[in-house]
């Protein structure tokens, strides 16, 4: 019962320290090489794109755009383009979580202005959570279904 006892003591401390020791390397490792993988920020740091995948019919494909909330206030709108084509808002932000909500905005052909959906036809859910790292630029994607369902993808912008 004695000679294990300082077996079991070695081997334990062994795997502590190799433990330790490998996760310092590989932790260096990693940060190598996001940093050649990763676009750093010049103009912006959140980039938001928005499209809708479920127009079949060229007739119903609608003039668009969304209006940007982020942290409930509002920052801007995307680019104007059919539903079916991706519209873009892009700002900097502070590195910190954030909460993106989106509106969305249509084409009246017989007023030729843009009127916002009511709540009912609004893209499902209408929101994003998302972490902005320092050093990172965040893409919001959201693509919107013929359900009306929205997927969003939260991703980095890589070069």
Known sequence: MNLRT??????????????CVGQREISRDDEGRDSGRYRTPEKYNFRFIGYDDGIENPANDRRSYYRIYIDKAEEGRTTIGLESQEKVFETTLAPNRHLVTIEKWVLDQKSGRYIKLNNIDQPKPNYVYFDLPENRIVIVEKRTGANGEAEYRVDYERH
Do not use: E, K
């Open 6 to 19: 300082p077996w079991v003591a070695a081997f334990l401390a062994f795997a502590c320290i190799w433990g």
